[in-house]
Nanobody, 123 residues
Framework: QVQLVESGGGLVQAGGSLRLSCATS????????MGWFSQAPGKEREFITA???????FYADSVKGRFTISRDNVKRTVYLQMTSLKPEDTAVYYC?????????????????WGQGTQVTVSS
């Protein structure tokens, strides 16, 4: 049974930093790409960043240069380091397991999701 559990969310002031973690189990972690998505109140879930099984990364323009995705295959965990946070980054952040080893940017390519962690950035 695939499980994804996010942690690390919270309340931070604009300009601050947070590191989200997504601990996984139930599948061969090193063989799959992983992604992070965000969903603000009243908005659709949107792509933030993804990492392939080999460590390649891709970012949405809105977070490029501020967020960094990484993975630890031994700990079976994917991370999202967020810096220079803005109030518009406020959302629930979800990690997801891709259906293949590659970078994917569309929701339909992810079949397993965590429960989400709230990030609130105050101005």
């Amino acid at each position: 049974q695939v499980q994804l559990v996010e942690s690390g969310g919270g309340l931070v002031q604009a300009g601050g930093s947070l590191r989200l973690s997504c601990a996984t189990s139930g599948f061969t972690f090193s063989s799959y790409g992983m992604g992070w998505f965000s969903q603000a109140p009243g908005k659709e879930r949107e792509f933030i960043t993804a990492i392939s099984s080999s460590g390649g990364t891709f970012y949405a323009d809105s977070v490029k240069g501020r967020f960094t995705i990484s993975r630890d295959n031994v700990k079976r965990t994917v991370y999202l380091q967020m810096t220079s946070l803005k109030p518009e980054d406020t959302a629930v952040y979800y990690c997801a397991k891709s259906n293949d080893p590659y970078i994917q940017t569309t929701i339909s390519r992810y079949h397993s999701w965590g429960q989400g962690t709230q990030v609130t950035v105050s101005s």
